[in-house]
């Protein structure tokens, strides 16, 4: 690129900040006016408080993937962890029988709640409505495990449109409804876990949006109501529907009857004052920013959903 050469004519050499061995380099600083959330070297999600850095892993190879340096971003949906709680929904007859605490969930502790269907015909369900703004987009993820028999899970926003999802399987199915749904994810964890989610454009008026989680028969249409037979069930754990404008961003557990706020993380660089390009490899790709002017002895580098993997900052002559 021609402000890396010139700077390399000019005999500047790179300011290097390598963030792929699990701790902070020299002259790098994080922080974070929050907890948040990372998995750690055995896949697990675990929780860092305010200011310590989330050196996160991939949870089904265990690698470490990088810094996560994220955006502020608000979990919406209350009580995200416990199915039975007040506010969730589950319609009936027919219904999703709906146990506390029957399994263990993602972070290790036994949270989970167990939904087993009854043996009603019909459309089986969770529910929980949450505050959005017309037009707007929104991630909306779950944790989702299969416990017995081979059922679908259907994740809607507004019952008119999503995505299917085969926890037995790991099998992502078909996007139904009519909508905009992007970014659709599908991260398998230990112990049969998967987080999935996508970003969703709402479409409505009013202030709130009905989130309806189903479970179905096969890879079918929104709802579609089948004859359970009493005993096959899945899990459902860590509901995340973040703020307007962002991606899926790390967990937020929100175990209250209001929602939780996790801080932007705030990483810093020592470097000399001057213009800058700078290169920063994120697991997701390289990005290349050009005119970074760092006038008080530091560079704050941009957030991202993406871990960090490394910065390299080519001072401009």
Known sequence: ????????????????YDFRNGGLPAGATLARASAGTRINSAGLLVSETTDVPRFTHDPATLALQGLLVEPSDTNAMTQSEDLSAAGWSSGGPPTLVRAANAHDAPDG????????????????????????????????????KNIAGDRWVQLTLNQTFGFNFQPSTGTQGSNVGSGTLTGVQIVPFPNGWYRIGGVFTS????????QRTWTLAGDVGIGTPYSGDGAEHVTLWGFHFGSAGNPITSYIACNAASAVT??????????????????????SGVTTLF?????????????DASPIRRVVLWRTP
Do not use: C, H, W
Not at 114 to 139: C, H, M, N, Q, W
Not at 292 to 303: D, H, L, M, N
């Open 1 to 16: 690129m021609l402000a890396i050469e010139r700077a390399r004519r000019y005999g500047f050499a790179p300011v290097v």
């Open 109 to 144: 502790a036994t949270t989970a709640s167990s939904l087993t269907e009854d043996s009603i015909s019909g459309a089986k369900f969770v529910s929980r409505a949450v505050a959005v703004a017309d037009g707007s987009v929104y991630p909306f993820s779950v944790f989702a």
């Open 203 to 210: 479409a409505v008026t009013s202030g709130s949006f009905g």
């Open 262 to 283: 996790r801080a932007a993380d705030v990483l810093t660089l020592a470097v000399p004052n001057g213009t800058y390009t700078a290169n920063i490899e994120r697991l």
């Open 291 to 303: 005119e970074q002017i760092v006038s008080a002895g530091a560079y704050t580098v941009p957030t």
